[in-house]
């Protein structure tokens, strides 16, 4: 471009010489008006020739400049090339290995013998990736080989055999598409950008028309522009083949051509509103389509900018949306989620650190060209790759992240939108149940647990987290199926806490189940019930299947003994009272009573890549795992399952948090799965089925998620049609009064504030989003007590809502006896299951709340008529119960490590007017 612009220079000179200004002054200073047409050499004739003659010149100067913008174009492109190669001596090295081994015999049939052609349509991209390998070493600056003539020799005649014998412009596609029309080319190109100063006018040529042929509109491509991924790697294809042909009309079809991947999608293939990337229709794929195409666009707008094929679209701001919103949350300290990599879980050569790091270089270079406030967030994050703690639902994909700090939750799900796995090009091979609600657990920077060998290795029917048949099936068995079952997704609150749910039917098979999960601060709780299955073969849920490396290195504590975490060892874990177990370098596990099924062991995987990714590595590893399962044995009926995960905590706090749960399973039935954190002050209910339905201050209309997070002066709520079918409204009541409403979603109408909230919620075509809304809640409140719970040890909280006058409470049934929890406002009671000795008549327990006068402290009077408990684990009767806002504590008895009191067959509870 340069020489072009001198060009011109001195050719405008001459014919303006004695309209220039004297040597040393500037020539772009104006003119004296009077006498400038006099000074050019026509003499101060009329414009007309003057217009013609300029118009001429600039349009030399503007083809001169426009030729030298694909020479321009090429070398950026190549340096790129070079700066993305890695270090001079390990290119020269690889170089030298290819140009060793390549076959340079006349008669080949292939340029290297463990590349057969013919076939196999992998072999014809390796083979030029080969090409392109010591083509980069011949280019690269201090590499042993740059410049080496007889390197250049051997891979410009590895070229012209290629064009010539196999990928011709005659050749006809077999295997795979997609080496033909995107790989394949791609590579050429390369290769043909890092040899060009080496190569003829008419090698250039020939090896351009070979990737027209396979080219959008090319007799023999298969496809044509595509969507997503493919067709941005389409453009680079054809936007290179361009430069190097120095055709213009290819870089604007390529330029244009880019355009629709812009733009948001409802179904199929693309980006959502909601942060997902779908590909291949049905499948979650942000961590290898999607980034491919994040990758792919920064290339190509880095590489035209500024020059006359620059992409201008205005819908390229939503790239900057794609990297916050939809690769942020996905990546966990560097590392990307295998829960949307699809099928490249099983490929040995592409690693959840390894996309991870992709996704970030893709960031870096949308810095580039981003607005300065985005260009600094995305270095940011690519500085330090974690995001905050919040709460992610990703409800066009079917996943759902929990960032917490310490650790990452992850959970895949399917349904009639997005299909379960995806098994292709003898991908992925057992890849059945990674749609079944698998969940994935990330405790820390240095957390390793789904790279290294875990999926070679891992038992496919005993996932973290799934509930599924015991029974191995064939390979890709089911693959890219969509359930019959739509109520698939989840509610979340403030974007910081969350609830997941998933009614599952596990393709061709008669195993039904409904699956929560409850994503708290410091815990995960999941629910499972009406678990049926007629089919063959046992049903288990996996409440954790953990590699821990060989030789095992982690310590572990069951139940207050340490076990010696050796493979073979393995337990039936005690139903009668809760369990608990602790795995050092992962945290914790709590299993609520009355599990008769629950069974833990530590086991020796073995299995190779190949065994999952046809093709790939056939060496065979070994590794240890710590398998925690439910066991419904053969033909479950209306099975259940509970546990909480409880990460990074010690052998020590699991075992505090065992004797003293902080959540309340409120329900588990196949028609609500609801719980409660009361410290938080977070209700968190999914509903299953049509109709009203209730759990603890939740009521709705319809089939809903709903999680509330009441901050006392505050209730903030979230609302969703997992069922993503509801056309209408759903109506929602919270028994608590509000004072005001402090925001709401667009779709979020209130109806009534006191003294009850009720909102109607205009879900459709909400595609499972959350609605949001916040209410003002001041004053005292009236009692909620949060009810029957099936036998086992469980909570029962008396909580006070805003609200007012008296109110009598009853809670019937209720036997056995606990220790008081302090938290907020609620008024709580521990109920352990069994082994106490009730008087025979029913007790009526009257409570009063009086202010004192002295120093304003609300307490709790009470009188107790009981018989003396007799119980394991607990002492004798708690004296006192303080409100939680005096900041008193309960008296402990002196002898045991938890307070406790009777709590009879029949409570009343008698509230005055209120007092504050």
């Given at each position: 471009?340069?020489?072009?612009?001198?060009?011109?220079?001195?050719?405008?000179?001459?014919?303006?010489?004695?309209?220039?200004?004297?040597?040393?002054?500037?020539?772009?200073?104006?003119?004296?008006a009077?006498?400038?047409?006099?000074?050019?050499?026509?003499?101060?004739?009329?414009?007309?020739?003057l217009?013609?003659?300029?118009?001429?010149?600039?349009?030399?100067?503007?083809?001169?400049?426009?030729?030298?913008?694909?020479?321009?174009?090429?070398?950026?492109?190549?340096?790129?090339?070079?700066?993305?190669?890695?270090?001079?001596?390990?290119?020269?090295?690889?170089?030298?290995?290819?140009?060793?081994?390549m076959?340079?015999?006349?008669?080949?049939?292939?340029?290297?013998?463990?590349?057969?052609?013919?076939?196999?349509?992998?072999?014809?991209?390796?083979?030029?990736?080969?090409?392109?390998?010591?083509?980069?070493?011949?280019?690269?600056?201090?590499?042993?080989?740059?410049?080496?003539?007889?390197?250049?020799?051997?891979?410009?005649?590895?070229?012209?055999?290629?064009?010539?014998?196999?990928?011709?412009?005659s050749?006809?596609?077999?295997?795979?598409?997609?080496?033909?029309?995107i790989?394949?080319?791609?590579?050429?190109?390369?290769?043909?950008?890092?040899?060009?100063?080496?190569?003829?006018?008419?090698?250039?040529?020939?090896?351009?028309?070979?990737?027209?042929?396979?080219s959008?509109?090319?007799?023999?491509?298969?496809?044509?522009?595509?969507?997503?991924a493919?067709?941005?790697?389409?453009?680079?294809?054809?936007?290179?083949?361009?430069?190097?042909?120095?055709?213009?009309?290819?870089?604007?079809?390529?330029?244009?051509?880019?355009?629709?991947?812009?733009?948001?999608?409802?179904?199929?293939?693309?980006?959502?509103t909601?942060?997902?990337?779908?590909?291949?229709?049905?499948?979650?794929?942000?961590?290898?389509?999607?980034?491919?195409?994040?990758?792919?666009?920064?290339?190509?707008?880095?590489?035209?900018?500024?020059?006359?094929w620059?992409?201008?679209?205005?819908?390229?701001?939503?790239?900057y949306?794609?990297?916050?919103?939809?690769?942020?949350?996905?990546?966990?300290?560097?590392?990307?989620?295998d829960?949307?990599?699809?099928?490249?879980?099983?490929?040995?050569?592409?690693?959840?650190?390894?996309?991870?790091?992709?996704?970030?270089?893709?960031?870096?270079?949308?810095?580039?060209?981003?607005?300065?406030?985005t260009?600094?967030?995305l270095?940011n994050?690519?500085?330090?790759?974690?995001?905050?703690?919040?709460q992610?639902?990703?409800?066009?994909?079917?996943?759902?992240?929990?960032?917490?700090?310490?650790?990452?939750?992850?959970?895949?799900?399917?349904?009639?939108?997005?299909?379960?796995?995806?098994?292709?090009?003898?991908?992925?091979?057992?890849?059945?149940?990674?749609?079944?609600?698998?969940?994935y657990?990330?405790?820390?920077?240095?957390?390793?647990?789904?790279?290294?060998?875990?999926?070679?290795?891992?038992?496919?029917?005993?996932?973290?987290?799934?509930t599924?048949?015991?029974n191995?099936?064939?390979?890709?068995?089911?693959?890219?199926?969509?359930?019959?079952?739509?109520?698939?997704?989840?509610?979340?609150?403030?974007?910081?806490?969350?609830?997941?749910?998933?009614?599952?039917?596990?393709?061709?098979?008669?195993?039904?189940?409904?699956?929560?999960?409850?994503?708290?601060?410091?815990?995960?709780?999941?629910?499972?019930?009406?678990?049926?299955?007629?089919?063959?073969?046992?049903?288990?849920?996996?409440?954790?299947?953990?590699?821990?490396?060989?030789?095992?290195?982690?310590?572990?504590?069951?139940?207050?003994?340490?076990?010696?975490?050796?493979?073979?060892?393995?337990?039936?874990?005690?139903?009668?009272?809760?369990?608990?177990?602790?795995?050092?370098?992962?945290?914790?596990?709590?299993?609520?009573?009355?599990?008769?099924n629950?069974?833990?062991?530590?086991?020796?995987?073995?299995?190779?890549?190949?065994?999952?990714?046809?093709?790939?590595?056939?060496?065979?590893?070994?590794?240890?795992?710590?398998?925690?399962?439910?066991?419904?044995?053969?033909?479950?009926?209306?099975?259940?399952?509970?546990?909480?995960?409880?990460?990074?905590?010690?052998?020590?706090?699991?075992?505090?948090?065992?004797?003293?749960?902080?959540?309340?399973?409120?329900?588990?039935?196949?028609?609500?799965?609801?719980?409660?954190?009361?410290?938080?002050?977070?209700?968190?209910?999914?509903?299953w089925?049509?109709?009203?339905?209730?759990?603890?201050?939740?009521?709705?209309?319809?089939?809903?998620?709903?999680?509330?997070?009441?901050?006392?002066?505050?209730?903030?709520?979230?609302?969703?049609?997992?069922?993503?079918?509801?056309?209408?409204?759903?109506?929602?009541?919270?028994?608590?009064?509000?004072?005001?409403?402090?925001?709401?979603?667009?779709?979020?109408?209130?109806?009534?504030?006191?003294?009850?909230?009720?909102?109607?919620?205009?879900?459709?075509?909400?595609?499972?989003?959350?609605?949001?809304?916040?209410?003002?809640?001041?004053?005292?409140?009236i009692?909620?007590?949060?009810?029957?719970?099936?036998?086992?040890?469980?909570?029962?909280?008396?909580?006070?809502?805003?609200?007012?006058?008296?109110?009598?409470?009853t809670?019937?049934?209720?036997?056995?006896?606990?220790g008081?929890?302090?938290?907020?406002?609620?008024?709580?009671?521990?109920?352990?299951?069994?082994?106490?000795?009730?008087?025979?008549?029913?007790?009526?327990?009257?409570?009063?709340?009086?202010?004192?006068?002295?120093?304003?402290?609300?307490?709790?009077?009470?009188?107790?008529?009981?018989?003396?408990?007799?119980?394991?684990?607990?002492?004798?009767?708690?004296?006192?119960?303080?409100?939680?806002?005096?900041?008193?504590?309960?008296?402990?008895?002196?002898?045991?490590?938890?307070?406790?009191?009777?709590?009879?067959?029949?409570?009343?509870?008698?509230?005055?007017?209120?007092?504050?």
């Open positions: 471009m340069l020489m072009s612009l001198l060009f011109a220079v001195i050719i405008t000179r001459a014919l303006f010489k004695s309209a220039f200004p004297p040597r040393g002054k500037n020539i772009f200073s104006p003119f004296p009077a006498n400038w047409l006099e000074r050019l050499p026509w003499g101060g004739q009329k414009p007309r020739r217009g013609m003659i300029a118009l001429f010149l600039l349009q030399a100067l503007t083809l001169s400049s426009r030729a030298d913008q694909f020479d321009d174009l090429r070398l950026y492109w190549q340096n790129n090339l070079i700066s993305n190669g890695g270090s001079p001596s390990s290119i020269a090295n690889t170089a030298n290995s290819y140009w060793s081994s076959n340079t015999n006349p008669t080949r049939a292939c340029l290297w013998s463990d590349l057969p052609l013919g076939s196999v349509s992998a072999n014809i991209v390796s083979t030029f990736q080969r090409l392109q390998a010591m083509a980069l070493a011949w280019a690269t600056p201090g590499s042993s080989l740059q410049g080496n003539a007889s390197l250049a020799g051997a891979v410009a005649s590895g070229l012209d055999w290629m064009t010539t014998n196999i990928y011709t412009t050749a006809t596609e077999y295997d795979n598409w997609f080496h033909w029309e790989s394949g080319p791609q590579a050429l190109n390369n290769t043909e950008v890092l040899l060009y100063p080496a190569l003829t006018g008419a090698q250039i040529t020939n090896y351009c028309a070979a990737v027209d042929r396979f959008p509109g090319g007799p023999g491509a298969t496809y044509g522009w595509m969507t997503g493919n067709t941005s790697d389409k453009v680079l294809v054809v936007a290179i083949r361009g430069i190097l042909g120095k055709n213009g009309d290819k870089l604007t079809s390529a330029q244009t051509s880019l355009s629709p991947v812009f733009l948001y999608v409802t179904s199929s293939d693309g980006f959502y909601d942060g997902s990337f779908v590909f291949h229709s049905n499948i979650a794929y942000t961590g290898h389509y999607g980034l491919v195409l994040l990758g792919d666009i920064p290339k190509i707008v880095n590489l035209l900018q500024g020059s006359a620059q992409i201008t679209d205005p819908h390229l701001s939503n790239v949306d794609w990297a916050i919103n939809s690769f942020e949350p996905l990546i966990d300290n560097g590392v990307m989620m829960m949307v990599r699809g099928r490249a879980v099983s490929w040995s050569y592409e690693t959840e650190y390894g996309d991870g790091a992709g996704a970030l270089s893709a960031m870096r270079q949308i810095a580039q060209f981003a607005p300065p406030a260009a600094a967030a270095t994050f690519a500085n330090s790759p974690r995001l905050a703690a919040g992610f639902h990703f409800a066009s994909m079917d996943r759902v992240v929990a960032l917490r700090n310490g650790f990452g939750f992850g959970i895949s799900m399917s349904s009639r939108r997005i299909a379960n796995y995806e098994s292709i090009n003898s991908g992925n091979l057992h890849g059945w149940h990674q749609g079944d609600g698998m969940t657990l990330y405790v820390g920077s240095a957390d390793n647990q789904f790279n290294g060998d875990f999926w070679p290795t891992v038992d496919p029917c005993h996932l973290p987290g799934t599924a048949g015991t191995m099936l064939s390979n890709a068995y089911g693959e890219a199926k969509t359930t019959d079952q739509n109520w698939v997704g989840g509610a979340q609150v403030a974007g910081t806490y969350g609830v997941a749910g998933m009614s599952l039917h596990t393709y061709n098979t008669t195993l039904y189940g409904r699956k929560s999960w409850f994503m708290f601060d410091t815990e995960i709780v999941c629910l499972g019930a009406g678990i049926a299955c007629s089919d063959s073969g046992s049903v288990h849920t996996t409440a954790e299947n953990r590699r821990l490396g060989s030789p095992i290195t982690s310590s572990f504590t069951l139940n207050g003994t340490a076990i010696a975490p050796t493979a073979g060892w393995s337990s039936n874990l005690p139903g009668a009272t809760p369990s608990w177990c602790a795995l050092s370098g992962t945290g914790g596990y709590y299993f609520p009573a009355g599990s008769t629950l069974q833990a062991a530590f086991v020796a995987n073995s299995g190779s890549w190949s065994q999952i990714n046809s093709g790939d590595s056939t060496t065979a590893y070994t590794d240890n795992y710590l398998k925690i399962w439910f066991n419904h044995g053969l033909h479950p009926a209306n099975a259940s399952y509970a546990y909480v995960i409880l990460p990074n905590l010690t052998a020590s706090s699991v075992s505090n948090y065992a004797l003293n749960p902080d959540i309340i399973l409120l329900t588990n039935t196949p028609s609500v799965q609801a719980v409660k954190k009361p410290s938080l002050g977070v209700v968190a209910a999914n509903f089925t049509n109709g009203n339905s209730s759990a603890d201050l939740i009521t709705v209309s319809d089939k809903a998620s709903v999680m509330t997070w009441d901050q006392t002066s505050n209730l903030l709520v979230g609302i969703s049609d997992p069922t993503q079918t509801n056309n209408s409204s759903i109506s929602v009541t919270l028994n608590r009064s509000a004072s005001g409403l402090r925001s709401a979603d667009a779709g979020v109408t209130v109806l009534q504030l006191s003294p009850q909230i009720i909102v109607s919620v205009n879900v459709g075509h909400s595609h499972g989003k959350s609605f949001q809304a916040a209410f003002s809640c001041t004053g005292p409140g009692p909620i007590i949060s009810g029957a719970c099936p036998a086992g040890s469980y909570n029962v909280y008396a909580r006070l809502a805003a609200g007012g006058g008296a109110t009598t409470c809670l019937s049934r209720v036997t056995g006896g606990g008081y929890h302090q938290s907020n406002d609620d008024l709580a009671w521990h109920i352990l299951h069994g082994k106490y000795r009730l008087g025979k008549l029913p007790f009526r327990f009257l409570a009063r709340w009086r202010r004192k006068p002295r120093d304003g402290v609300v307490q709790w009077f009470h009188k107790y008529f009981a018989a003396q408990p007799t119980c394991h684990r607990h002492g004798g009767l708690q004296r006192e119960l303080p409100d939680a806002r005096s900041g008193l504590r309960p008296q402990h008895n002196s002898n045991r490590q938890q307070h406790c009191y009777l709590i009879p067959d029949s409570i009343r509870i008698q509230l005055s007017s209120p007092v504050y």
